[in-house]
Nanobody, 122 residues
Framework: QTHLVESGGGSVQAGGSLTLSCEFYGYISRPMCMAWFRQAPGKEREGVAAIDSDGTINYADSVKGRFTISKDTAINRLSLQMNSLKPEDTGMYYC????????????????WGQGTQVTVSS
């Protein structure tokens, strides 16, 4: 069974940086889309960034210019480099995997990780 595991979360001051990683285990069918979502207490889960099977990358407007999504197929790893972090970036970050989807930000992915906490203080 496919399993996703996130790591790299932590607590930082505003303006700081963190890099999140997601490792995939088990069989992965292709083509596929890999994405990062986040959720703050009392709020709905939102798409942060995604990279599709054809290399197309999408970002939420709130993180454009600050976050960078990338993948390393050789080691089944998805990464999210987060720079210039803001308090509003605080939340639980999840990686997700599914076959290519028409709407990358729709939280209907088939596989999900357990999440890694990111806390940004002002």
């Amino acid at each position: 069974q496919t399993h996703l595991v996130e790591s790299g979360g932590g607590s930082v001051q505003a303006g700081g940086s963190l890099t999140l990683s997601c490792e995939f285990y088990g069989y992965i069918s292709r083509p596929m889309c890999m994405a990062w979502f986040r959720q703050a207490p009392g709020k709905e889960r939102e798409g942060v960034a995604a990279i599709d099977s054809d290399g197309t990358i999408n970002y939420a407007d709130s993180v454009k210019g600050r976050f960078t999504i990338s993948k390393d197929t050789a080691i089944n790893r998805l990464s999210l480099q987060m720079n210039s972090l803001k308090p509003e970036d605080t939340g639980m970050y999840y990686c997700a995997l599914d076959t290519d989807a028409a709407n990358w930000s729709d939280p209907e992915y088939y596989y999900w990780g357990q999440g890694t906490q990111v806390t940004v203080s002002s």
